[in-house]
């Protein structure tokens, strides 16, 4: 499990107790954030408090490492989770204020993760909330009658998932849900590694001790006398296997005061196993129990592929098994846990099944957890595909002939490439730069260059000889204390390594050479793959971890400081989860190197990217008060070869050609909030001001190729995107307000690259829009208040509720004969334009002809609550800012096209907001 602790794995775990106390004293003193100034002050005044409880402990070194482990914890944040969940009852944390729920596990739970993990607490404390959260979520056990959940929880790859997940079941466990059942990923050594979390993190005991009496984790921390905290129903050593409780006569008591707990891999036999167990217990029929399904990796084989893949809706085997293990009760909760989420929302909500009943679309609830600031993810590595970020990086250029893309499982490997020799060169130094910081954690390296086993067994020997090699030097010529210049040729390497990869690591080499010995004594080359999938111990090493497809899924590295990661993957989701160096590295976040090929760091760029653009659609779509059912997801593809997810896990999509060719998109209506008008109105002044810098020399006034307005020609589409993304739109049109900046941005058509912008004026006042920008006098519209009770909008009526007078555009450029009107003028409009409408509102509202008494006074009223929501919202503004986008050609035609998967509701939202046409669509991945 990947710690959200500052720096848990750089402190020895007898300082943990003393670290987690200075912190408890910082924040009781102080609180959070607190001044830094004043957590210095009480760091220091502390150490007699500390050194009088545990004199033989803390030497001056050990006071350093819990004074700076204190600092890092204090200053990590997290942001809230966002929530897609408009439809539910509040029940768990009114239940826990009122005594009716006790959290004694949790509780438990809460000092095992202060204590022996050392989270940070503002870390602990967003947990905290999150897990109420989910939890109540989740359903009330102890609502009588027939009741199901089903929901999503989103979080980053390697970010403490694992972590969050216990801490929601120690919490569901405490509410009264007394079946769990854990599902991890397909691997024995991932269920393995998820049965000792849960071990640790809720039973309490070691399962992997034959008399189970080891007390481990929240066992150490008990907060009630001989409290039971569960009957575990799988052991570190063995799935769940029905004759084992046959035999021992195992029986579910209803009435017991601990739940039953099962971590069981996602394998049809496991999980026909537990079907067939729980049937016999209760006689074949339905039972009442309250029932709790944790779906780890839920993108993983979970989803029904059968769709996608043959048009038969019938479930794919372990889609089938986990929905007959939730029917077999009347009450259960489905909650599905992943990183990677696309194929989950891709599931067709509308998925019915006579014998197994819904499909595991979330239809209840979308849960995204934030990652704390500690948190190393793929922006820290790879940047946006806008701001690229490469210090950490090193591009593989000499791979293809060793490790050819889409080599068949027969490859013959006879060397390694120099890269990979010199990321094992760096390994070895990075991890002497770390024992030299005092840094005891684990140290890791991975190697993943193919998925086929004979491949990864070939790379194994090879890297085997070359760490071989480098080890031997060290232990003969390298013996501490060293001295004089180096003579061998592997210290000349890893020297040079030094220089080249680690001079800014605020170290000397003579330093760092003393400590290579220790670097590599006990650290291992290990074959990490499904041939060796069985681990007999959860023991942390220090190694170089050789594998494929088997460390991309949950499998934790710990301590991982060098990854070579050289491989062609065909789906977002998949690529995401191989980056096994995401995660939390602790005082050793700078010596941290990724060997990649520049192309796949550009797809991590590009899905790093659309993940976020999920995570805004998701707070969007909760904005507006949508249910996940409702949720038209849009993800932009890859232009080249990279799927969104594996055609196998897309079970109801759509790819999309939209193309803006011949599209007028105009913001006919603006929310009614201050912060909005104010936003808008920045927004369009930084976009001119800008302009003007890219174009010095030239005046707004200047009037170029016939343009009837003040204006410039010549004008990037980044700028134009730029201020798209920095405007905002009515929420109600969700696709576009999202990704329209992203679909100019993303044009790479010649005709799409320069634009013209004018400024519309009109007959209303005087405007100073930027420094040296004046618009005489500004356009005056017929605006409209509404709302509804929850969102308010300024609507810009006009005729046909339009912002643009139909020949509007035909003044942008000069063109012969009379005025062009719309639509007929974007087949000659020579460049993609924008037009800037700084509006001076008319609230005036005219009563109908013939018009009542009543008519008027309506129209009256009407436009006194306009003027009043205007001055409210106005505030300093004196325009409603409002856009107009043209985009040359016929609607329809294939220039300015951006391809996008959709899911059901999206597609039908591009129809009614785009009219998208039969030659539109166009199914890409079958």
Known sequence: MSNPAAAVSSVPPNLLPKVALLVQTIVTKHGLPAPVEAVEETIQSSRAFLQGLFPEEIDDDSYKLIANEAMKQIVVDIAPPIVLAPDFEPWFKDAVASGEIRLERWYSYKQFLTVDKGFAPKVLDALDQASSEVVDLLGDPNLDGAWKRRGLVIGDVQSGKTATYIGIVNKAADAGYKLVVLLTGATESLRQQTQYRVDEGFLGKDSSVVKHDKIIGVGKHPTQTKFLRGQGMTTHAKDFVTASFTGQAVTIDPNADHPYVFVVKKNLKPLENIIAWLQGQFSGGKFDIPMLVVDDESDYASVNTNYRTTGDKSPTAINSRIRELLDLTTRSSYMAFTATPFANVFIDHESYDDALKDDLFPHHYIFALSSPTNYVGSKNYFGTSDE????????????????????????????????????????????????????????????????????????????????????????????????????????????????????????????????????????????????????????????????????????????????????????????????????????????????????????????????????????????????????????????????????????????????????????????????????????????????????????????????????????????????????????????????????????????????????????????????????????????????????????????????????????????????????????????????????????????????????????????????????????????????????????????????YLLNGPAIEEFRQDFEVSADDREDLDE
């Open 388 to 899: 690229k970020l490469v210090s950490n990086l090193v591009d593989i250029t000499d791979a293809h002939e060793d490790f050819p893309p889409r080599h068949k499982s027969h490859l013959s490997v006879s060397f390694l490439p120099e890269s990979l020799n010199q990321a094992i060169h760096a390994f070895v130094v990075a991890s002497a730069i770390r024992l030299a910081r005092g840094d005891k954690g684990a140290r890791s390296m991975l190697v993943n260059v193919s998925r086929f086993k004979h491949v990864q067994s070939q790379v194994y020997d090879l890297v085997s000889l070359e760490y071989a090699r480098v080890k031997n030097a060290i232990e003969i010529h390298a013996q501490p204390p060293t001295t004089g210049p180096d003579t061998h040729e592997v210290l000349k390497q890893l020297a040079a390594t030094f220089e080249t990869r680690f001079a800014d690591s605020q170290t000397s080499w003579p330093v760092v050479r003393d400590k290579l010995l220790a670097a590599v004594i006990d650290t291992t080359v290990e074959l990490v793959n499904s041939s060796r999938d069985k681990r007999s111990d959860d023991k942390v090493r220090n190694m170089i971890a050789v594998g494929g497809d088997v460390l991309s899924r949950g499998l934790t590295v710990e301590g991982l400081t060098v990854s070579y990661f050289y491989r062609v993957v065909g789906a977002a989701d998949t690529l995401l989860q191989m980056a096994r160096w995401f995660g939390y590295r602790p005082g050793y976040e700078d010596l941290v190197r990724v060997w990649i090929s520049p192309d796949v760091a550009d797809q991590f760029r590009f899905v790093s990217d659309v993940s976020e653009e999920l995570r805004v659609q998701i707070g969007e779509m909760r904005e507006l008060g949508k249910t996940p059912e409702d949720f038209g997801l849009m993800v932009r593809k890859h232009p080249e070869t990279l799927a969104i997810t594996a055609k196998k896990g897309v079970s109801e999509s759509r790819s999309m050609v939209i193309s803006l060719s011949g599209r007028r998109i105009e913001t006919i209506r603006i929310p009614a909030n201050a912060d909005v008008v104010a936003g808008n109105q920045r927004a369009v002044r930084d976009f001119l001001i800008a302009v003007d810098a890219d174009t010095s020399g030239s005046d707004w006034n200047e009037r170029p190729n016939g343009l009837d307005y003040m204006g410039k020609v010549g004008i990037s589409k980044d700028r134009i995107a730029d201020l798209l993304k920095a405007f905002t739109y009515d929420r109600g049109n969700l696709i576009l307000a999202n990704s329209l900046h992203k679909l100019i941005r993303d044009q790479r058509s010649p005709a799409f690259q320069d634009w013209t912008v004018g400024i519309v004026s009109g007959t209303g006042d005087k405007l100073k829009l930027a420094p040296g920008v004046v618009l005489p006098r500004m356009p005056k519209r017929a605006v409209r208040y509404s709302t509804d009770g929850t969102n308010a909008t300024f609507r810009v009526s006009g005729s046909s509720a339009r912002l643009a007078g139909s020949t509007d555009l035909a003044k942008t450029y000069d063109h012969k004969g009379g005025d062009l009107v719309e639509p007929g003028v974007y087949r000659e409009l020579p460049h993609p334009t924008l037009l800037i409408y700084p509006l001076e509102p008319n609230w005036e509202v005219k009563p109908p002809e013939p018009a009542t008494d009543a008519d008027r006074a309506a129209a009256v009223e009407e436009e006194a609550t306009a003027r009043t929501a205007w001055e409210e919202a106005a505030g300093d503004s004196k325009a409603l800012m409002a856009l107009k986008i043209a985009i040359p050609g016929e609607p329809g035609s294939k220039s300015g096209d951006v391809v």
